[in-house]
Nanobody
Framework: QVQVRESGGDLVQTGESLNLSCSFSGVADDGYARGWFRQVPGKEREGVSCISSNYGITHYTDSVKGRFTISRDEAKNTLYLQMDSLKPEDTAGYYC???????????????????WGQGTLVTVSS
C-alpha cells in the first residue's frame, strides 16, 4: 500500500521561501516520475511540477517557472519542492503523488496513482 506524507508548509510573506518535502512508502524503484500538485478550495487540483526517475527530467507549470525547483532523493524515497519568491497566488494545499509515467511529457498530471496524503498548507501573505 502506497503512503504519502507531505511536510514543510507554513505561513510566509511575499518574496520568502519554503522547502516542501514528501516521503513515499510502499513504493520504490518503480521507475515512475513523481509530481507536486496544489489545490485551493473550490478549484481543481493543479499539477505544479514533475520529475522523472531517469535523468531527472523536470516540468513546471508556467506560473512557477524560475521560482520553484523540484528534486528527488531516490535513496530516501523523498521528493522536494524548493519554493522561492513566493506570491500570494501560491497559497494552496500542496500534495505529492506518484506519476504513472516514466517521464513528465504531455499531460502528466492526468496520470497519477490514486494515493494521496493529507497535504501541507502554504499560505503567502501580501
Amino acid at each position: 500500500q502506497v503512503q504519502v506524507r507531505e511536510s514543510g508548509g507554513d505561513l510566509v510573506q511575499t518574496g520568502e521561501s519554503l522547502n516542501l518535502s514528501c516521503s513515499f512508502s510502499g513504493v520504490a524503484d518503480d521507475g515512475y516520475a513523481r509530481g507536486w500538485f496544489r489545490q485551493v478550495p473550490g478549484k481543481e487540483r493543479e499539477g505544479v511540477s514533475c520529475i522523472s526517475s531517469n535523468y531527472g527530467i523536470t516540468h513546471y507549470t508556467d506560473s512557477v517557472k524560475g521560482r520553484f525547483t523540484i528534486s528527488r532523493d531516490e535513496a530516501k524515497n523523498t521528493l522536494y519542492l524548493q519554493m522561492d519568491s513566493l506570491k500570494p497566488e501560491d497559497t494552496a494545499g500542496y500534495y505529492c503523488a506518484v506519476v504513472t509515467r516514466l517521464d513528465c511529457s504531455g499531460s502528466w498530471w492526468d496520470h497519477v496513482l490514486d494515493a494521496w496524503g493529507q497535504g501541507t498548507l502554504v499560505t503567502v501573505s501580501s
